[in-house]
Each structure stands twice: as C-alpha cells, then as structure tokens.
C-alpha cells in the first residue's frame, strides 16, 4: 500500500496539529505556516489585554512564540495548539501587568488611554459618510475603554470568545478554570459592557 | 465584581447590547496595519532564531572529530521520511545518545493512515532513517566504533485521513 512519492503535501493544506508536529521535528516552513495562522490573535490578545500598549504586547507575543518554538518538541497535542499558545500569551501578558506599578485612576490618565484606543482604532472607509463613521469610531472608543475596566478574567474570556471564537471549554484551559466559571465571566463581562456603551455614550 | 451589576436607572440595556454587538464585529473586522505585519516578521526571526535543547553526536569514523546536532539529525531523518513515505508520517524522533557522543540507538516513531499495511512502511521507514543517518553521520564501517542502531519503527497511532496533513489529536477532537 505505500510507495515512494516525489514531496510531502503543502504546508498550508496540514492541520494546526500537523504543522505542530512537523515543526516539533524541526520543519521550519510548518513553524512559519502556524505562525501566519496563529500570530495576529496572539498579537490582538495581548494588545486588549494590555490596555493598547503596543510595545509591551509585542514583547510579551515574541517571548511567547519563542517559548512556542522552543516547546513544540513536547507538544502533546492534547489541547489546540491556538488555546496552547494563548496560553502562554495569557502567562505572559499577566506576569507583564504584576509587574507594573498600581497607578491611581484619575481623568488625566484615563486621557492617555483614550488616545491609544483613538490610535489603534479601524481606519476609515472613504465609502462611509461623516455621521456613521463618527458613530463607528464612537462605538471602537467606548469599546476600548470599557474592556479596560474589565477585571483581568472577565476581559481576557470575553476576547477569547468575542474575537477569536474559542469555546468555553478552552477559554477554562488558557485560564486554567472550568467552563462553568467561563461562562459565569462572560455573562458578567456582556452586561458591564453593555452597560458600559450605554451610559458612555 | 462578582456579582452582576445592576442596571443604572436610565441605561437601555438592549440598546447597550446591540452596541456591545456592533462594536465586537468592528473589533474582529480590523485587518492588521503595516506596524502588525512589520512586527510579525522579527518575532519570527527571533523566534527561528532560538535555540533548542540539543545534544552533540559523533560522526561516523574517520570523521569522528566532527559533531552534528541532535536537532540537525531529526530533521533530515523526518524530511527525508516525510518526503518519502505514502499514508505514513514521521511523529517523534528519539536519539539515544551515550555519554561520548555516540548514537546507540535511533527510534522513529510513525503515524499511518487506517488500512495501511504497517510491516512495509515500517520497513521502508527503517531503510530511509538509515539512510538519512549515514548522509548526515557518515556510513559506520561493518564492526566500526560507532554503530548506529534503528531501534524500531513503531506505529504509535491512526489516521483517517492523509497523515501528512492531519493528526490523530485532530481526529480525536
């Protein structure tokens, strides 16, 4: 039943496991291919989670793929290797925030915060009139602020769900909780923020 | 934070839903800017760029004074079989190295499609190591110093589909 065969299939036809395994092995091009797959999430994660600043996320998204490439020779496979890696993201961006020093809250800092959101924001369609792309950015900027409020679970399962789509199941792996907690963050989490892009408005 | 927040007098909580909503979409919708793909190029760099555990191994003689790294054997044994092999693929490579830098022994340890029949892929498995090994350490003369073993080729779990391209933990999910 086997037989010699010229090249092994694309890389962009594997799995996430497969490119795992080939890259625990040492297949660079299998590593590269995961990492176009997985790499924006990682990125996004980590800015949200630390309030927008761009360089400490990028910090803490290069030790994590670093980690990765390093680990991958001991993957097991038994979770998905996105909820491994936002693993090590979410490790990573929380040892960043303890190390912070606590800052009072106070108007002229939450001034900053607002920039950063307004700077990071979507870029405008020249397709869409003045009024809705006022609205639009209005809506980014409460979004921004509000998920900064959020206490650190509570942010960090609504992202995992809203924006990268996990289930409860591995949000409660890269948390290290269980899904029922999961869902009781998320459900706090959706009516703070509804709350809060009410009343900001 | 642990309880539920009450809902402030005057807040329309499904309009503030409907929002929540809107903002989560354009939120997933935002492409990643020059700065992300700039980013993403020296994070895989560095990322390539670091090291793994490795040991040195001993090449064959009459080139024993040369080292290869256990990472660099690995490799070429799992391209050189991934390459090669149909309805089969390469899952671990175990080097069993002494304390001189000798390799004792080589386990390679396959994933296979269901139905395949695993005597001759592991046959075909075994030659191939061998010789990805004797490119890379040098051919071992019969009796020499260094022998260089293939321990077993074993079959270490099933595939449905194209082995290559999935793994049994995706078939398991």
Redesign the interface.
């Given at each position: 039943?086997?037989?010699?065969?010229?090249?092994?299939?694309p890389v962009g036809?594997?799995?996430d496991?497969?490119l795992?395994?080939?890259a625990g092995?040492?297949?660079?091009e299998a590593?590269?291919e995961l990492?176009?797959r997985l790499?924006?999430g990682t990125?996004?994660y980590a800015t949200h989670l630390l309030d927008g600043d761009?360089r400490a996320a990028?910090d803490v998204?290069?030790e994590a793929?670093?980690k990765?490439?390093?680990a991958l020779?001991d993957f097991a496979?038994?979770s998905?290797v996105q909820t491994w890696l936002f693993t090590i993201v979410q490790r990573g961006t929380y040892d960043r925030r303890r190390r912070r020093r606590p800052l009072a809250v106070d108007d002229d800092l939450l001034e900053p915060l607002a920039l950063r959101a307004s700077q990071?924001r979507?870029a405008p369609s020249s397709r869409t009139d003045p009024e809705r792309e006022y609205l639009?950015r209005e809506?980014?900027e409460?979004?921004q602020l509000a998920l900064s409020e959020l206490?650190w679970t509570?942010r960090s399962a609504w992202m995992l769900r809203?924006?990268e789509d996990l289930s409860y199941a591995e949000i409660a792996q890269v948390l290290d909780t269980t899904p029922t907690v999961v869902r009781g963050q998320l459900?706090?989490a959706?009516?703070?923020?509804?709350?809060?892009?009410?009343?900001w408005? | 934070?642990s309880e539920?927040?009450e809902?402030?007098d005057g807040?329309?909580?499904p309009?503030?839903?409907a929002?929540?909503a809107?903002?989560?979409r354009?939120?997933?919708?935002?492409?990643?800017g020059p700065?992300?793909v700039e980013?993403?190029n020296?994070?895989?760099q560095?990322?390539?760029a670091?090291?793994?555990?490795s040991v040195m191994i001993r090449a064959a003689a009459p080139h024993e004074h040369l080292r290869v790294s256990s990472?660099?054997v690995?490799?070429i044994v799992?391209?050189r079989l991934?390459?090669?092999?149909?309805?089969?693929?390469?899952?671990?490579?175990v080097l069993d190295v002494d304390r001189d830098g000798l390799l004792s022994s080589v386990t390679v340890d396959l994933?296979v499609r269901y139905?395949?029949?695993v005597a001759?892929?592991g046959e075909?498995a075994r030659a191939l190591a061998r010789q990805a090994l004797d490119e890379t350490l040098g051919r071992p003369e019969p009796g020499g110093e260094v022998p260089i073993a293939i321990g077993h080729a074993h079959v270490s779990d099933v595939t449905v589909g194209?082995?290559?391209?999935?793994?049994?933990?995706?078939e398991r999910?």
């Open positions: 039943m086997s037989a010699e065969k010229p090249s092994a299939p036809d594997a799995s496991h497969a795992a395994r080939r092995l040492g297949d660079r590593f590269a990492f176009a790499f924006p990125l996004r761009a990028e998204v290069q793929w670093i990765a490439w390093r020779p496979g038994r998905t990071n979507p639009q809506l980014w409460t979004l206490p509570q809203e924006l459900h706090r959706r009516r703070t923020l509804a709350i809060r892009m009410e009343q408005r | 934070m539920l927040e809902v402030p807040v329309d909580l309009r503030g839903e929002d929540l809107a903002a989560a354009q939120l997933r919708a935002v492409p990643a700065r992300a980013v993403a020296r994070v895989l560095r990322a390539l670091a090291p793994r555990r990472i660099a690995t490799a799992r391209e991934d390459e090669a092999l149909v309805d089969a693929a390469v899952r671990h490579v994933v139905g395949t029949v001759d892929v075909q194209d082995p290559h391209l999935v793994d049994p933990a995706d999910a």
